[in-house]
């Protein structure tokens, strides 16, 4: 009997039912799930978030070094002889512009500029050019191995009939060397740029055209206005030494020539230095800043430190107003994410206002076209050739100029 009982209040054990199974089971792979994208979504919103930033920052980066390069811009350039400009005859490489610092002048002369910008093209040197828009390439000069220098001599007479053969005398000629870069300031405010090619002895001066490329072809006739003999006469010359300028050269490049298309538009600059006119193997492109696609441009004018007016690369100064009265440069920066963020911009034809007027009227309406059928093979880094399915931002800095500019 005893047995019995104790038997009987055993406690009873059961397992559960298949059903309880099955519920528990749904409910722990339902809470899994839900875990594991919390979790993944987290990761993918922060891996986005990482390279955004990673973007921006590139993009503030690229705006310090613009900075840096136009604030030193024209340092050590003797200005106040040149306030109209310098003829010179610096060539296009064959392989790009690294070895451009100068636009195209009257007759075939080139102004030296120590802070320049004109538009990039579809074709060399730089392979890019969005549709619609100018996207500007950045060149910006220092100066050589004599700062400021004034007039070291003037000019005593010329040697021959023909003015196209660069050949004169000079009162001093003890500071020139061989290779040289010289100064002749004109008659009309600004002045002819040569390289001494020989010393011919009793202060002459030979500078000819086919042993330097720095040499005008035209000499002093290539001058425009052209002077004659007699306004030569006691004009002063700068000698510059022979360790050149220093020279930066910013642009947007995606690939380049045959490759273009193929690589992110991102921002370049090579940085190199004339020297005694000897050849140079043009220095690489280093990279600045991946996921640029445009950068805007203006020059802002103005009297008395107030800008007043801005104007594009190429244009001259508002009326009553000169190089001189260059106060500051406005860059803007259109930057394309890196990472792939779909569903950010809407319509037929997506695009991105980089300026709207609206802070300059003087400035054109810039819209950058969002492209969103590039082909394989030429995606500029787009999945799957649209561009649409990126962040873009605009960075815009306006940069003082600290030093005098030469008249364009």
Same mark, same amino acid.
């Given at each position: 009997?005893?047995?019995?009982?104790?038997?009987?209040?055993?406690?009873?054990?059961?397992?559960?039912?298949?059903?309880?199974?099955?519920?528990?089971?749904?409910?722990?792979?339902?809470?899994?799930?839900?875990?594991?994208?919390?979790?993944?979504?987290?990761?993918?919103?922060?891996?986005?978030?990482?390279?955004?930033?990673?973007?921006?920052?590139?993009?503030?980066?690229?705006?310090?070094?613009?900075?840096?390069?136009?604030?030193?811009?024209?340092?050590?350039?003797?200005?106040?002889?040149?306030?109209?400009?310098?003829?010179?005859?610096?060539?296009?490489?064959?392989?790009?512009?690294?070895?451009?610092?100068?636009?195209?002048?009257?007759?075939?002369?080139?102004?030296?500029?120590?802070?320049?910008?004109?538009?990039?093209?579809?074709?060399?040197?730089?392979?890019?050019?969005?549709?619609?828009?100018?996207?500007?390439?950045?060149?910006?000069?220092?100066?050589?191995?004599?700062?400021?220098?004034?007039?070291?001599?003037?000019?005593?007479?010329?040697?021959?009939?023909?003015?196209?053969?660069?050949?004169?005398?000079?009162?001093?000629?003890?500071?020139?060397?061989?290779?040289?870069?010289?100064?002749?300031?004109?008659?009309?405010?600004?002045?002819?740029?040569?390289?001494?090619?020989?010393?011919?002895?009793?202060?002459?001066?030979?500078?000819?055209?086919?042993?330097?490329?720095?040499?005008?072809?035209?000499?002093?006739?290539? *001058?425009?206005?052209?002077?004659?003999?007699?306004? %030569? @006469?006691? !004009? #002063?010359? /700068? &000698?510059?030494?022979?360790?050149?300028?220093?020279?930066?050269?910013?642009?947007?490049?995606?690939?380049?020539?045959?490759?273009?298309?193929?690589?992110?538009?991102?921002?370049?600059?090579?940085?190199?230095?004339?020297?005694?006119? *000897?050849?140079?193997?043009?220095?690489?492109?280093? %990279? @600045?800043? !991946? #996921?640029? /696609? &445009?950068?805007?441009?203006?020059?802002?004018?103005?009297?008395?430190?107030?800008?007043?007016?801005?104007?594009?690369?190429?244009?001259?100064?508002?009326?009553?107003?000169?190089?001189?009265?260059?106060?500051?440069?406005?860059?803007?920066?259109?930057?394309?994410?890196?990472?792939?963020?779909?569903?950010?911009?809407?319509?037929?034809?997506?695009?991105?206002?980089?300026?709207?007027?609206?802070?300059?009227?003087?400035?054109?309406?810039?819209?950058?076209?969002?492209?969103?059928?590039?082909?394989?093979?030429?995606?500029?880094?787009?999945?799957?050739?649209?561009?649409?399915?990126?962040?873009?931002?605009?960075?815009?800095?306006?940069?003082?100029?600290?030093?005098?500019?030469?008249?364009?």
């Amino acid at each position: 009997m005893l047995s019995r009982l104790r038997s009987d209040t055993r406690p009873h054990e059961r397992g559960f039912t298949l059903t309880e199974l099955l519920v528990a089971l749904v409910i722990s792979s339902l809470a899994a799930g839900a875990i594991y994208g919390a979790f993944t979504g987290l990761s993918s919103i922060t891996t986005q978030t990482r390279a955004q930033d990673n973007a921006w920052q590139q993009a503030r980066t690229a705006m310090t070094m613009l900075t840096q390069a136009i604030e030193q811009a024209g340092y050590g350039l003797p200005m106040n002889e040149c306030g109209g400009g310098i003829y010179t005859n610096v060539p296009v490489s064959t392989n790009g512009a690294q070895y451009t610092v100068s636009t195209p002048g009257p007759n075939g002369g080139l102004f030296l500029t120590p802070v320049a910008a004109a538009p990039q093209a579809n074709s060399s040197p730089y392979y890019y050019s969005p549709a619609g828009i100018n996207t500007y390439a950045l060149t910006t000069v220092t100066g050589g191995s004599v700062f400021g220098a004034a007039p070291v001599t003037t000019i005593s007479g010329t040697s021959g009939k023909s003015l196209t053969s660069v050949n004169f005398f000079v009162r001093n000629a003890s500071a020139f060397y061989q290779n040289d870069l010289f100064l002749i300031a004109l008659p009309n405010s600004s002045c002819l740029m040569g390289q001494v090619t020989n010393l011919g002895g009793a202060g002459n001066i030979i500078a000819e055209s086919g042993k330097s490329t720095f040499n005008v072809p035209k000499g002093f006739s290539g *001058t425009d206005p052209a002077i004659t003999t007699s306004q %030569l @006469v006691n !004009r #002063g010359v /700068v &000698d510059l030494g022979s360790t050149g300028f220093s020279v930066n050269n910013f642009f947007i490049s995606d690939g380049g020539s045959a490759l273009a298309g193929t690589q992110v538009p991102s921002l370049y600059m090579q940085t190199y230095t004339y020297l005694n006119n *000897t050849a140079q193997t043009p220095p690489p492109a280093l %990279l @600045v800043a !991946r #996921g640029i /696609v &445009d950068m805007q441009v203006a020059f802002g004018y103005g009297l008395n430190g107030v800008v007043t007016q801005y104007v594009l690369p190429g244009s001259t100064p508002p009326a009553g107003m000169t190089a001189a009265d260059l106060l500051t440069v406005e860059i803007t920066l259109l930057v394309r994410s890196t990472r792939y963020t779909p569903g950010h911009y809407a319509g037929a034809t997506p695009s991105k206002t980089v300026w709207n007027g609206t802070s300059n009227p003087s400035l054109p309406k810039v819209v950058y076209a969002i492209p969103t059928n590039l082909p394989a093979g030429q995606s500029m880094g787009c999945v799957q050739g649209n561009c649409n399915q990126y962040l873009y931002r605009t960075f815009t800095s306006v940069i003082p100029v600290r030093n005098d500019i030469w008249g364009q």
